[in-house]
């Protein structure tokens, strides 16, 4: 997978950059490409080896000092072709999503051609991304599970990431503000999926005036919880919270602008939209916790439930007002559990079941397994003890530095130790749990002045190289 770049820098060539060498020695130029997508309109190599050429070309200002005038004439044509082909399939309820990859990105070329050479929203501009837009919402839905190690999902992120910046300043130069500020998160969201920054020459306060249009004429606004979560996003971006921007002539800096701007928002909302409003805060800022004071930038390592969970005991430990914190004592059980089970118990036992070693553990888990008993804390603790174990880890089957095995050896007995007060906690449940009770175990766990046992099994998982970890 290629290393995704940093914010502020640009590749020195975009086409080597986005598509795969066995790709690029495909086809050496965009005569090529084009003569294979008129004759194979499925073809999915040559449309993102053409996409990624136009627009390298764009980036280094050579579009118009070459042919490739003429050639944009001739895909202008080859746009028109797909456009009619895939509207047709549309009738009889047919869809392709390999050629509406392709029809992505020949429109989002044919659209980088017609920018490069008119520098304005023309007539012909609008209509071909009105167009791309009403398809998009046919095909919304159609691929929902992204990798980011493939290029072709990363591509049509990037070129949607492209297209939803495009709608913002069309629906803003039409007046649709609320839809434009929606477009614009959009695009932030397919831009993070695809790691492809682009808002480098989008001034900023563009949207800050887009919000304060929608602000000054409420009756335009349709849905202030929408608008509320367009302002969270866009916040988020660091393109717009790092810069200082204009509030009715006053200067305040982007990242205070969009928290208000979220909040005036609220301030508009239904109680129970209020209530999720609330909710949606809570969870992002538990999420900006775990990764800013524990997790770093091993967070997206972990496995989507496993997150949920570790989010619910930071929310249970900041909650204001709580009185017993016991129930993070269970919580903390079911995440240990979770992420032993996917990082070492899972591939140990796959481990000694391939190579025959360990057989009587072996098959006694293999008997467990047919009577739905799953393992628990105690199982754990006898695995981390067993000779197989350190020679699981030994044979470099999994990769682990001082730090890990340092933490291995000692984590049988804080397993054993955390069970009794998780069953004490079962059996007990009237018993009141103060703060300081159970901040021991928080410290030990997460990682609070040592070295934490999660985060360490985390990085456990992301060496082994057992869970797909976004870069």
Excluded at 159 to 180: S, T
Excluded at 307 to 316: C, G, M, S, T, V
Excluded at 342 to 369: A, C, H, S
Excluded at 445 to 452: R, S
Aim: charged content about 30%; aromatic content about 12%.
């Amino acid at each position: 997978m290629t290393a995704l770049l940093p914010r502020d820098s640009s590749p020195p060539d975009w086409w080597e950059e986005r598509v795969p060498e066995a790709i690029r020695k495909q086809f050496h130029d965009l005569t090529d490409m084009l003569t294979c997508l008129n004759d194979q309109f499925g073809n999915r190599e040559a449309a993102l080896s053409f996409f990624w050429k136009v627009y390298d070309l764009s980036k280094k200002e050579l579009l118009q000092s070459l042919e490739e005038l003429d050639i944009m004439d001739n895909t202008g044509s080859l746009q028109q072709k797909l456009n009619t082909h895939l509207v047709e399939r549309l009738k009889v309820s047919s869809k392709s999503v390999s050629d509406f990859f392709v029809y992505l990105h020949v429109a989002g070329a044919f659209l980088i051609a017609l920018q490069t050479n008119e520098r304005k929203l023309s007539n012909r501009f609008i209509e071909i991304l009105d167009s791309v837009e009403k398809l998009c919402q046919f095909y919304q839905g159609e691929d929902e599970e992204f990798d980011e190690a493939d290029p072709f999902d990363r591509s049509a992120h990037a070129v949607l990431a492209l297209m939803a910046k495009w709608l913002f300043e069309l629906r803003n130069h039409e007046g649709d503000w609320e839809e434009a500020l929606g477009n614009l998160s959009q695009s932030i969201q397919f831009s993070q999926y695809s790691g492809f920054y682009i808002f480098a020459d989008l001034d900023p306060q563009a949207p800050v005036n887009t919000f304060e249009r929608l602000w000054d004429n409420p009756q335009k606004v349709k849905s202030w919880k929408a608008l509320a979560r367009y302002c969270r996003e866009i916040g988020n971006e660091p393109a717009f919270y790092d810069p200082t921007v204009k509030w009715k002539q006053e200067d305040i800096q982007g990242i205070f602008f969009w928290g208000n701007a979220e909040g005036r928002c609220a301030s508009r909302l239904s109680p129970s939209d209020a209530v999720e409003q609330k909710r949606l805060e809570d969870e992002q800022a538990s999420e900006t916790r775990l990764k800013n004071y524990f997790f770093y930038d091993i967070w997206e390592c972990i496995p989507k439930p496993i997150q949920e969970k570790l989010k619910n005991i930071d929310r249970n430990w900041f909650s204001p007002g709580k009185r017993d914190f016991g129930d993070i004592v269970e919580e903390l059980k079911v995440v240990t559990q979770d992420l032993i089970r996917v990082t070492l118990w899972d591939p140990f036992m796959e481990w000694i079941g391939g190579e025959g070693i360990d057989p009587d553990f072996y098959k006694e888990w293999q008997e467990n397994r047919l009577k739905n008993y799953q393992p628990a804390l105690l199982d754990f603790a006898r695995m981390l003890e067993r000779h197989s174990f350190r020679e699981f880890c030994n044979k470099q089957v999994l990769p682990l530095d001082a730090d890990q095995k340092y933490i291995l050896r000692k984590l049988p007995g804080d397993l054993r130790g955390l069970n009794p007060i998780r069953r004490d906690r079962a059996h007990e449940p009237l018993q009141i749990y103060e703060r300081e009770d159970v901040a021991p175990l928080v410290k030990k766990f997460f990682g609070i002045d040592k070295t934490g046992i999660l985060p360490n099994l985390v990085r456990i998982l992301k060496a082994s190289g057992q869970y797909n970890c976004k870069e």
